[in-house]
């Protein structure tokens, strides 16, 4: 028994080292974070993987465990950082956060959450038909700025700039 025992873990930490020289992470080199009260994914990626900017890629390589509102995480739940997508280079400038944020300053004056009855809804104006076209449930001014983004995004692939026609160049998307 003793043989067999220690002839299956050399495999194991064989594969684990020539995993970790080649770059690729496997379970046994996965570092976690676990949530305490009171964190947020920006704290988290400021403090563990030196940049609040990676939140969103932080979110990514949890988006299994965390769920649909990156703005919900639990205390205890444990969070993979070294996933291939933490360490990714940051988002194209065509869809960057802060051209988001600027589009939304130019849209809604930068609130996410505005509903002025006009038709349109949340941070990017979206009108619920093109909301729900692009892959959007409920309301969309009801929605985290991270959602409003990501529908944001499918909008862009889909519609071109022209979705936004006056403010996508204030924000820089042509």
């Known amino acids: 028994m003793t043989r067999k ?16 020289s080649t ?10 974070y676990t949530v305490r009260p009171g ?15 990676k939140w969103q890629a932080l979110y990514n390589a949890n988006r299994e465990s965390i769920g649909r509102d990156p703005d919900v995480i639990v205390p205890g739940q444990q969070l993979r950082l ?13 869809t960057s956060i802060i051209r988001w944020d600027k589009l939304a300053q130019c849209e809604s004056s930068g609130n996410w959450h505005i509903n002025t009855g006009n038709g349109y809804y949340g941070g990017l104006q979206f009108s619920l038909a093109t909301w729900r076209a692009y892959g959007g449930s409920g309301m969309p001014h009801q929605q985290t700025r991270a959602e409003q983004i990501r529908i944001a995004e499918n909008v862009l692939r889909g519609q071109g700039p022209g979705a936004w026609p006056q403010c996508s160049y204030a924000a820089g998307l042509r």
């Open 39 to 53: 964190d947020t994914l920006s704290q988290i990626a400021q403090q563990q993987l030196g940049s609040s900017t």
């Open 23 to 32: 770059g690729t992470a496997t379970a046994a080199s996965t570092k976690t």
């Open 82 to 94: 070294n996933a291939p997508s933490v360490h990714q280079r940051p988002p194209t400038p065509t």
């Open 5 to 20: 025992l220690a002839l299956a873990i050399v495999p194991a930490i064989t594969a684990t080292a020539i995993a970790l």
